[in-house]
Nanobody, 119 residues
Framework: VQLQASGGGLVQAGGSLKLSCTAS????????LGWYRQAPGKQRELVAA???????NLADSVKGRFAISRDNAKNTVYLQMNSLKPEDTAVYYC??????????????WGQGTLVTVSS
C-alpha cells in the first residue's frame, strides 16, 4: 500500500490550497482518513479526519476555514484549506486506517507535503 500526497506549496496569508492523498495497492477497505500536520519544533497534531460514514472532525484552530472530504471510488482524501494563516505553516501528512484483508488492518502515513503561508 502506498499513499501519494500532493497539493502543498507556498501561498500568501488569506489564500487557499487543496491537498489530496490517494491510496493505492491491495485495498480491501478504508475506514478513517485524516490529515495531520507538524510545524518546526512542535508535535504532530490532528487537523481533520473523516470516518467511513462521512462524519468529520476538525481541529478548533481550523474550523470554519478547512474542510475534509473523501472520494471512496478513488481511495482519495482531500483537505481544502481557505483563509490560510502563517501559523498553518507545517508539513501535512495524510493518514489512513486501511484493511488489506478482512482482519488485516493498520495505519498508513503519506510522505508529507509542505505548506508554507507567508505573511
Amino acid at each position: 500500500v502506498q499513499l501519494q500526497a500532493s497539493g502543498g506549496g507556498l501561498v500568501q496569508a488569506g489564500g487557499s490550497l487543496k491537498l489530496s492523498c490517494t491510496a493505492s495497492g491491495v485495498i480491501f477497505r478504508i475506514d478513517a482518513l485524516g490529515w495531520y500536520r507538524q510545524a518546526p519544533g512542535k508535535q504532530r497534531e490532528l487537523v481533520a479526519a473523516v470516518t467511513s460514514g462521512g462524519s468529520t472532525n476538525l481541529a478548533d484552530s481550523v474550523k470554519g476555514r478547512f474542510a475534509i472530504s473523501r472520494d471512496n471510488a478513488k481511495n482519495t482524501v482531500y483537505l481544502q484549506m481557505n483563509s490560510l494563516k502563517p501559523e498553518d505553516t507545517a508539513v501535512y501528512y495524510c493518514h489512513v486506517n486501511l484493511y488489506t484483508g478482512t482482519y488485516l488492518g493498520r495505519d498508513y502515513w503519506g510522505q508529507g507535503t509542505l505548506v508554507t503561508v507567508s505573511s
